[in-house]
Nanobody
């Protein structure tokens, strides 16, 4: 399995930026895709962004397209989520996940809180 640790969350004003990081261990990092999800209070966890094992393909939820950028550094076993033009509705706990294929997960991080004030 894969162990994941997120960092970089915090409190930011609307229009600001944050960069989340997710450090992975336990399995060859470059062998699996990575994703970011988020869960707002009272809502279900939702997909935010994903990146292929090589970094060559990326996917985004419509709600963050053009504002968020997912990237990875396989030499550092780390995936990033650069979040720009943040909105109050982006407030949530953000989780990274290692993808095992066909929707399965090799592991989840513990989550990092992002709060966007208006």
């Amino acid at each position: 399995q894969v162990q994941l640790v997120e960092s970089g969350g915090g409190l930011v004003q609307a229009g600001g930026s944050l960069r989340l990081s997710c450090a992975a261990s336990g399995r060859t990092f470059s062998s699996y895709d990575m994703s970011w999800y988020r869960q707002a209070p009272g809502k279900e966890r939702e997909f935010v962004a994903a990146i292929s094992w090589s970094g060559g393909s990326t996917y985004y939820a419509d709600s963050v397209k053009g504002r968020f950028t997912i990237s990875r550094d396989n030499a550092k076993n780390t995936v990033y989520l650069q979040m720009n033009s943040l909105k109050p509705e982006d407030t949530a706990i953000y989780y990274c996940a290692a993808e095992g294929g066909l929707g399965s997960k090799l592991g989840w991080g513990q989550g990092t809180q992002v709060t966007v004030s208006s």
